[in-house]
C-alpha cells in the first residue's frame, strides 16, 4: 500500500487504535507498543500488543524489559497476550513484525488485510527477527530496529 493510501485509510483523521503482533508477545511486539505509547502518550491513540502464539500471562522478557528500562520506558505492567479476531476487527491499524505474521492475521481476519502491516513498511520492509533467548547485543540491535520502525510511523499517526 502505498504513502497515500495508508493516510486515505486513515480518512484524514488519526489512527485511534494500533495493535502490534509477534509471536510471544514478550520480546517484540511488547517493546514497539511501549515505544510507541510514549512517543503518542498526548495523543489519545490506544496501543496494545497480542501473540499469534502468545506466552500468555508472561512479562516481557528480561532483556526486552531492562533495555526499555534504560530508556525510561516501565514495561512491568506488560502481561503477554493471544491474538484473537476481535482484536485484528477493533484495530484501525495493525502493525507485525514479520511477513508471516501480517499473512497469520490476515488469514485470520481476511477483513483487516487493508489495515495490517509490517512495521518497518516504511523503512526497508524488512522483517524484525525474533530475538527470544538471544544475547543482550542481539537484543539491542533489534530494539534499534524496533524503534526506528515505530519513528517511521509516527507522521501516519
Known amino acids: ?9 486513515a480518512g484524514g483523521s488519526m489512527f485511534q487504535q494500533v495493535l502490534i503482533i509477534c509471536v510471544g508477545n514478550v ?3 511488547p517493546i ?3 515505544l510507541l505509547r510514549e512517543r503518542l502518550r498526548d495523543r489519545g491513540i490506544q496501543v496494545d500488543s497480542a501473540g ?4 500468555v500471562g508472561y512479562p516481557p522478557e528480561g532483556h526486552a524489559a531492562a533495555l526499555l528500562k ?3 520506558i516501565d514495561a512491568s505492567s506488560h502481561r503477554a497476550r493471544q491474538l484473537e479476531l476481535s482484536m485484528l476487527r477493533e ?3 495493525v502493525l507485525a513484525m514479520e511477513r508471516r ?7 485470520l481476519a481476511p477483513e483487516a488485510s487493508g489495515k495490517v502491516f509490517l512495521l518497518r513498511k516504511w523503512l ?7 530475538p527470544h533467548l538471544q544475547s543482550r547485543p542481539f537484543f539491542e540491535r533489534v530494539y534499534e530496529q524496533i524503534d526506528r520502525g515505530v519513528g517511521s510511523w509516527l507522521r501516519y499517526l
Open 1 to 9: 500500500m502505498a504513502e497515500k493510501d495508508v493516510a486515505d485509510r
Open 27 to 29: 520480546c517484540r511486539s
Open 32 to 34: 514497539a507498543e511501549f
Open 52 to 55: 499469534l502464539g502468545a506466552m
Open 70 to 72: 534504560e530508556h525510561g
Open 91 to 93: 484495530a484501525d491499524l
Open 101 to 107: 505474521h501480517v499473512h497469520a492475521a490476515t488469514r
Open 124 to 130: 526497508d520492509a524488512r522483517d524484525v527477527p525474533d
